[in-house]
């Protein structure tokens, strides 16, 4: 018998994810760090004897060291950019029709794939470069937004009604803060007491459950549903998601157009800023003033997933007594707020602030990949000058997602006004 719960594999999946993105990035750091120069890395040294003194020699070591991380992590990110643009479109795509497991088997076969490549490079301490190959290998596959938008797909497809669908992703939205804030706060002790090598050989058994759980005992109820089955080709299949695309701009008046084009604007800015910056926290967090080791910044992604659970209870609370854009408002404006902390922090509780303020999302592979790129550039070219100038470009940019949400209240953005985004007449067409 077939099981229709998703939410353990989105939950294996985000202990996967979690561990990986922090276990990674100080991984990185620490081999630039050995090859760089003569200095041994101490883990877990007191944060208390962070050289702050710039004539230090050890202070403009420590900045090259987060240049050269920075710019790796760039290659690395583009190294995946075209792969994982083609799988996430064309697999998300062809969901629609050939059901939701697909993207959700391929995509977490990449991230097994990944880390077991992870696990050998860091087993046997092979060239750092070859960490891009595994990239380019695991976003052919797909990466976590492929398996994460086929998963929000499979609860859409099984709840009908709209508030069902609001309270079961809202519940989710909470055992997410849980798990992520767990999973953070036990990332540091992970490196510290297994290593790199057998945190990465964990987080490769948890994706092969996963793997397991979805292929062999996960229900598709597109695949199972005689109205649902269809014979479209991959070919078929796009040419219909630009179709209705299409007529979902054609057939609105100006007004929801416009409506349209300003909330598209707001996602992707919003996006770009939050994903982007979530690697920097890690890089940022190593550097001067701070040097936290492993722990702490396990503490500080632990706090940054309270996100999930403020969401929960933002949303769950304000809906009685805010309408949705106000409540939109709001997060950015935390958020705002949470990037400028982070800016000025110079002690461990002003950090801790600044991570409970930014509320972290991982959603869309063109923000997530493009934005994650831009930020490396930008922080590994004013690292020097000063670290904390991501972060205040980050708010500034903030700052367009809230003008154009007031351009949706301005056109006149009513409550319950969501069906206008429904295409006005079924999408039938020919294709030849």
Request: with cysteine; proline share 3%.
């Amino acid at each position: 018998m077939k099981i229709s719960f998703i939410e353990p594999a989105i939950l294996l999946n985000a202990f996967a994810m979690t561990l990986t993105i922090p276990l990674t990035a100080q991984y990185v750091y620490r081999r630039i760090w050995e090859e760089t120069g003569n200095y041994t890395f101490a883990s877990g040294s007191n944060v208390s004897e962070c050289a702050q003194n710039k004539s230090d020699p050890i202070f403009a070591f420590r900045e090259e060291v987060q240049k050269k991380a920075s710019l790796f992590s760039l290659q690395v990110e583009m190294s995946g950019l075209i792969p994982a643009l083609v799988s996430t479109f064309l697999l998300l795509s062809s969901s629609d029709s050939h059901g939701r497991k697909l993207p959700m088997v391929l995509s977490s076969l990449g991230s097994l794939g990944t880390n077991i490549w992870l696990c050998v490079l860091s087993y046997f301490k092979l060239p750092l470069q070859l960490l891009m190959a595994s990239t380019f290998m695991g976003a052919l596959f797909g990466n976590y937004t492929t398996f994460w938008g086929a998963c929000f797909a499979y609860i859409v497809d099984q709840c009908k009604e709209y508030k069902q669908k609001i309270i079961r992703i809202a519940i989710l939205d909470f055992m997410l803060g849980v798990v992520t804030g767990l999973t953070g706060l036990l990332s540091g002790y992970f490196i510290q007491e297994l290593g790199f090598v057998w945190s990465y050989f964990i987080i490769a058994v948890v994706l092969t459950v996963n793997l397991t759980y979805i292929a062999f005992f996960l229900s598709d109820p597109i695949r199972e549903s005689s109205s649902q089955i269809v014979t479209m080709s991959c070919r078929e299949s796009l040419k219909d998601l630009f179709y209705r695309t299409y007529m979902l701009f054609k057939n609105g008046s100006s007004k929801r157009r416009s409506l349209l084009c300003l909330l598209i604007f707001t996602i992707v800015i919003y996006f770009f800023v939050i994903i982007g910056i979530f690697p920097i926290f890690t890089l940022y967090e190593l550097g001067s003033p701070l040097c936290w080791d492993e722990v702490y910044i396990g503490y500080g992604t632990a706090l940054g997933s309270l996100s999930f659970l403020s969401s929960f209870l933002g949303i769950w609370l304000f809906s009685y007594c805010l309408k949705d854009l106000h409540i939109t408002f709001i997060g950015i404006l935390t958020t705002m707020v949470g990037m400028i902390l982070a800016a000025f922090t110079r002690t461990t509780l002003m950090m801790f602030l600044g991570a409970l303020f930014a509320c972290i999302a991982f959603l869309e592979t063109l923000g997530g990949v493009a934005s994650t790129s831009a930020y490396n550039g930008i922080y590994s070219a004013t690292v020097a000058w000063y670290p904390g100038f991501i972060f205040l470009l980050s708010a500034g940019l903030l700052i367009l997602p809230v003008i154009s949400l007031w351009a949706v209240k301005c056109i006149g953005w009513e409550e319950g006004s969501y069906t206008m985004f429904v295409p006005e007449e079924p999408c039938e067409h020919s294709s030849d």
